[in-house]
């Protein structure tokens, strides 16, 4: 527990932390009533009257936990204030001291206690900026919206990638390629990869992306929370794509204390150390924080016939953030971060010639390697007019640097074969790139909220500019690169450097989008959301291997969204929504020698959101159409490989729980059904399930805070664990080839005694070794899934 006590200056921390038992309950209370009465009774012997501004308002966080949503709350009308924004003085006491030694009754000062103990788990909440730009209930959103609060990130152990995060959420398939060592977050939503055009942060497109390997990454311990919105976004964001996108919330500064260290140690020698600072002075008006975090392992990728070589991960984060209140209507946050990523091979083996999985893995040890450097600058900055007028400005550049050295497979150039005569020898060909990825955000906009008869309007007005600059240098091997045994392979061989530039291309898009939103309530019962956007895209590419070499194009779309939602009393809120996506497609067609073409889609959704009054819980089901054109597909190795398929539909059934089934007990789940067809190919694969997408997935998870049993020795103890389903997928467009269904099983162990915190996370704990995806007739990789991994964190809050 932490207490804070009102004082002329502002809040004032208590310096102990006590563990909420009865019997601290019961000595705090003592001692609250040990102050009040010595408070009392100073008063009644000198009854001087009170300075001026003596009482302070008390500032409280927003009640769905976010510290990176609003800085500030609008302020009260009712409350009297100067010109100058300042309380007015107090009224002069005109009581006279017989009148004062009658008084009986002593107004004391306020004392505010708040818990912040380590054995609360809050998995719901109740509002979100996220799918509207506005603070909005989720019941009053009309489309399937799923939040990931910080407890939750913990308690699962979300450590190492930030695909983790989403392996428990309906319509979104993590880790579709298997491990990830590199780092890059493979995501498909709703039958839709989504690897960069479901990048969010802080409400703001990440989606900027290399002409090869360059992705932006996201360490997990940076975040706050995590908000996934389903279906088309791209109205209010822009580049929302079709299948949504997955805002990542950052953490800033608040007006409570910080002080967090975290040690962590796992299999496969897995070292991780992260801290968390944040102060605040007195008056609350500057907040800072600092968030960093190092991590050294080894991973599961094993190479074959070295001795045990393993492909390793070093990765170094650090964030500053800075707020500043100047006044009680405004506020202005600055932060950035920067993150240090070094990485080898990832879990893609190499298939045999008649389609069987072998171990050798096509990289080499001393050659392959992914360097990443990235950094970002950002404000924030809120001013609210009045309680009905608020403005918002949200600006963010990052910058990424990267220089990979990979092996591709050779081809014989008169039998275009990867494989010689003997059928176990792989031809191999050695290249390396160097990209540098530039974008800027911007994003201002206007919340009004008003009256008009019947009807309660909460209208916003904006314009955002994304630019994105990406340069590619590719090297090849001017020298041959050597063959490998894929049954008896020969590691660290002397490998040629990539020394012939074999591209040299940069393209430039820049968008600018005008949106204007109405969430209309009528009745307190009926909310209709309006949405409508117009964009304008410029981009131009200019590539050596093109013909032509340059490309300049501009395009514009308008895209709407309309969705009508009915609010019961009993927290069941029915829905209905129409939404639409355009976005720019970054990335070259090698096969064309083009850019990509801009991507559309439209859905009809239509469910029912379920939260119990007074509660944070959450129970939702959606049944939508989703169809998109102009789909790309590719091999993970790299995007030189796109392409784009005419047209892809997707319907499907969502379901999804979080709830709190009795005291202590948190429960999650998630069911999804999809049912994904191309239905127009130049190819001739109309009819046919895209690449790597289950039809069907399913999880759930469980955990329990025993010390509800009320038994001493099991006090601070929680148990959890849950169960993950990924349903058979295809590989290969003609769909004659399939990958098999697997189901994992994750545990977790966790114990909290006063400032101190001791968690064991087991991902898939049975250390089932499955295939994520498979190649095709034609060879190829198959993508081996994440192994066991057991991760013990020892986390300090003083």
């Not at 919105?229 to 910080?258: C, E, H, Q, Y």
């Not at 600018?512 to 019962?525: E, N």
């Not at 067609?589 to 559309?600: I, L, V």
Request: proline letters at 6%.
């Amino acid at each position: 527990m932490k207490a804070y006590k009102k004082t002329i200056k502002g809040r004032c921390p208590l310096t102990h932390r006590i563990q909420r038992t009865k019997l601290a309950t019961a000595l705090q209370y003592a001692l609250l009533s040990l102050s009040m009465a010595g408070y009392a009774h100073a008063q009644q012997a000198s009854p001087e009257p009170a300075k001026a501004g003596q009482q302070s308002e008390r500032k409280t966080l927003p009640e769905d936990g976010s510290t990176g949503q609003s800085a500030i709350e609008p302020p009260s009308e009712s409350k009297e204030q100067t010109s100058g924004g300042k309380a007015a003085p107090a009224a002069k006491d005109t009581q006279r001291p017989a009148e004062l030694g009658k008084q009986e009754e002593t107004v004391l000062p306020t004392l505010v206690i708040k818990d912040t103990g380590l054995d609360k788990i809050e998995y719901g909440t109740k509002d979100t900026m996220t799918a509207t730009k506005t603070k909005t209930p989720i019941l009053e959103i009309p489309q399937s919206m799923t939040v990931i609060t910080r407890d939750e990130l913990t308690m699962r152990g979300v450590q190492l990638n930030f695909t983790e995060a989403l392996r428990y959420i309906p319509g979104v398939t993590a880790d579709q390629f298997g491990f990830e060592g590199r780092g890059f977050e493979y995501v498909s939503m709703r039958g839709f990869n989504s690897l960069s055009t479901a990048n969010f942060r802080d409400n703001l497109s990440q989606q900027g992306r290399g002409l090869y390997f360059a992705d932006f990454i996201t360490d997990p311990y940076s975040l706050e929370r995590v908000d996934v919105l389903r279906g088309p976004t791209s109205v209010t964001f822009g580049r929302g794509d079709a299948g949504g996108i997955v805002n990542r919330i950052t953490k800033l500064p608040t007006a409570t204390p910080i002080r967090e260290i975290e040690l962590q140690y796992g299999n496969f020698d897995r070292k991780r150390i992260a801290a968390d600072f944040g102060l605040a002075n007195e008056d609350g008006t500057l907040m800072f924080r600092l968030v960093t975090s190092a991590l050294d392992t080894d991973t599961q990728v094993r190479f074959p016939n070295t001795g045990g070589d393993r492909a390793q991960i070093r990765r170094f984060y650090i964030s500053p953030s800075l707020t500043w209140r100047p006044t009680n209507r405004t506020s202005i946050t600055l932060f950035g971060d920067i993150l240090n990523n070094r990485s080898q091979a990832s879990a893609f083996y190499q298939a045999a010639p008649d389609g069987r999985p072998t171990n050798t893995l096509l990289g080499d040890p001393n050659f392959t390697r992914y360097s990443t450097d990235q950094a970002s600058v950002s404000y924030k900055l809120e001013h609210h007019f009045n309680d009905s007028v608020t403005a918002r400005q949200n600006f963010r550049f990052m910058g990424l640097n990267g220089r990979y050295r990979e092996i591709d497979p050779g081809f014989d150039p008169d039998t275009e074969t990867r494989f010689a005569a003997d059928g176990r020898t792989l031809r191999r060909s050695a290249f390396g790139t160097r990209e540098r990825v530039d974008q800027t955000v911007l994003d201002t906009h206007i919340e009004a909220r008003a009256r008009t008869g019947p009807f309660n309007h909460t209208a916003l007005v904006g314009i955002d500019w994304n630019r994105v600059e990406s340069t590619l240098k590719y090297f090849a091997a001017s020298a041959p690169t050597p063959s490998i045994d894929i049954f008896n392979p020969n590691y660290n061989q002397p490998m040629p450097t990539p020394d012939l530039l074999a591209i040299d291309g940069v393209q430039k898009i820049d968008q600018v989008g005008f949106y204007v939103q109405d969430q209309i309530k009528f009745d307190q019962r009926w909310v209709l959301t309006l949405s409508g956007r117009h964009d304008k895209v410029s981009s131009v590419t200019d590539v050596n291997v093109f013909n032509p070499q340059h490309t300049a194009s501009k395009d514009s779309a308008y895209t709407g969204r309309a969705g009508l939602t009915y609010l019961f009393s009993n927290g069941v809120a029915p829905y209905f929504s129409y939404s639409q996506s355009f976005l720019p497609q970054y990335g070259l067609n090698f096969f064309n020698n083009s850019p990509f073409e801009p991507t559309r889609a439209s859905q009809y959704e239509v469910g029912i959101k379920y939260q119990p009054p007074g509660t944070r819980s959450l129970f939702t089901a959606a049944l939508f159409e989703l169809t998109k054109t102009n789909v790309l597909t590719f091999d993970p190795r790299s995007p030189r490989g796109l392409t784009e398929t005419g047209e892809v539909r997707s319907r499907g059934a969502e379901l999804e729980a979080r709830t709190e089934v009795f005291r202590g007990l948190n429960a999650i789940g998630a069911f999804s059904y999809v049912d994904v067809k191309i239905t127009e190919s130049a190819e001739g694969f109309a009819g046919k399930m895209p690449l790597r997408v289950p039809n069907l997935t399913a999880s759930g998870w469980l955990d329990y805070n025993l010390g509800t049993l009320n038994v001493d020795a099991l006090r601070g103890f929680f148990i959890g664990g849950g169960v993950r389903y990924v349903g058979r997928v295809f590989n290969d467009d003609a769909n004659t080839s399939t990958t098999p269904s697997f189901t994992l099983f994750d545990a977790v162990l966790r114990y909290d005694h006063g400032p101190w915190q001791f968690l064991i996370n087991a991902n898939n704990i049975f250390d089932e070794k499955y295939f994520t995806a498979g190649p095709g007739p034609g060879g190829g990789s198959f993508f081996l899934g994440s192994r066991r991994t057991v991760v013990g964190t020892l986390k300090l809050r003083f």
